[in-house]
């Protein structure tokens, strides 16, 4: 597609149910990145991945957060018993190749999650 | 611990005035700096600078990177409402994650 696309644009859901939110990378692009952007916070990072693979998983707060990648395109990003202190907006971004090309990364429009 | 200052919170300007935007760095392996233009949803890329010096520009948008002082200018002439936003920051240093400034926000009135 022309950019990156997410779903849901907005999520509201009740404490302790799992979410599921995707992403779909600009066609070609090879590196995909999660983060996640707080009130009043910068963008915090969660994952990378490089294809298939996520080499680094660092920024994942906990073991309720997980992420796939199928077939070099998709990715979904699973948050498991909610918790309040989950809502925010997730952005997922894309670059055309790995990290190490230092390439800029873009963004798409978010899935902004509420948890009530 | 790799972290982005940016400076001003926030802004509030007229029609026609010109801006400057600050940000300062300390990235560990430091490759480059990206300035993102975020309105209601996507941060919108605008500049990646690498090498110090050199200024890049889009319209009335320009940006320079100071890499001996660590901080990096986002200059904005003639300004419009349009150009109402948040303007993130971001290093990116040798690893695959930006580190994100918390954005100064601009407000342009007519």
């Known amino acids: 597609g022309a950019g990156v696309s997410q779903s849901p644009s907005n999520k509201v859901t009740e404490k302790g149910k799992d979410v599921e939110l995707r992403c779909d990378p600009i066609?070609?692009?090879?590196?995909l990145y999660w983060y996640r952007q707080s009130l009043g916070q910068g963008l915090e990072f969660l994952i990378y991945f490089q294809g298939n693979s996520a080499p680094d998983k660092s920024g994942l707060p906990s073991d309720r957060f997980s992420a796939e990648r199928t077939g070099g395109s998709v990715s979904t990003l699973t948050i498991q018993r909610t918790q309040q202190e989950d809502s925010a907006v997730y952005l997922c971004?894309?670059?055309?190749?790995?990290?190490?090309?230092?390439?800029?990364?873009?963004f798409g429009d978010g899935t902004r999650l509420s948890i009530l | 611990e790799d972290k982005v200052v940016q400076s001003p919170l926030s802004l509030v300007v007229h029609e026609g005035d010109t801006v400057t935007l600050n940000c300062s760095y300390e990235?560990?392996?430091?490759?480059?700096l990206l300035w993102y233009k975020q309105e209601k949803k996507a941060p919108t890329f605008l500049f990646m600078l690498t090498s110090s010096g050199i200024e890049k520009k889009s319209g009335r948008l320009s940006s320079i990177l100071d890499k001996k002082e660590l901080f990096s200018i986002l200059n904005i002439t003639a300004t419009q409402t349009g150009d109402s936003a948040v303007y993130l920051c971001?290093?990116?240093?040798?690893?695959?994650?930006?580190?994100f400034g918390t954005g100064t926000r601009l407000q342009v009135f007519p």
């Open positions: 971004a894309s670059s055309s190749q790995g990290a190490q090309f230092n390439q800029p990364q873009h």
């Open positions: 066609s070609g692009h090879t590196a």
């Open positions: 971001a290093g990116y240093p040798n690893t695959d994650k930006l580190i």
């Open positions: 990235v560990t392996n430091f490759r480059s």
